[in-house]
Nanobody, 137 residues
Framework: QVQLVESGGGQVQAGGSLRLSCVAS????????MAWFRQAPGKEREFVAA???????????YYRDHVKDRFTISRFNAKNTVYLQMNSLKAEDTAVYYC???????????????????????????WGQGTQVTVSS
């Protein structure tokens, strides 16, 4: 049984930082694509960032334009954990943040390193319950 458990959310003032964590179990973590999405009140869920395995020790990283200079996705395979470091937070970053995973290695490896849109719209088989991030201005 696959489980994704997010943590690290909370309330922070604008300009501050938070680091979200997502611990995965029940899958071969090092080969999975891991992603972060978010959903603000009254809005659709949107892609934030992802990391995909490309073979050996190579991983691609993908970011939405409006976060790529402030957020960093990383993974620690030995702990089955993916992180989202969020700096210079803005009020518009307020949302529930979700961790997602895909074990479809071949499909994820077929995505070009700069094809953010495909990563954003692909189906991810597994989802966490979400963690709330609130940024006050």
């Amino acid at each position: 049984q696959v489980q994704l458990v997010e943590s690290g959310g909370g309330q922070v003032q604008a300009g501050g930082s938070l680091r979200l964590s997502c611990v995965a179990s029940g899958l071969t973590f090092s080969r999975c694509a891991m992603a972060w999405f978010r959903q603000a009140p009254g809005k659709e869920r949107e892609f934030v960032a992802a990391t995909t395995w490309q073979g050996g020790s190579i991983y691609y990283l993908y970011y939405r334009d409006h976060v790529k200079d402030r957020f960093t996705i990383s993974r620690f395979n030995a702990k089955n954990t993916v992180y989202l470091q969020m700096n210079s937070l803005k009020a518009e970053d307020t949302a529930v943040y979700y961790c997602a995973a895909s074990a479809d290695v071949e499909r994820m490896r077929s995505v070009d390193h700069d094809d953010v849109e495909t990563m954003a719209t692909m189906d991810y088989e597994y989802w966490g319950q979400g963690t709330q991030v609130t940024v006050s201005s």
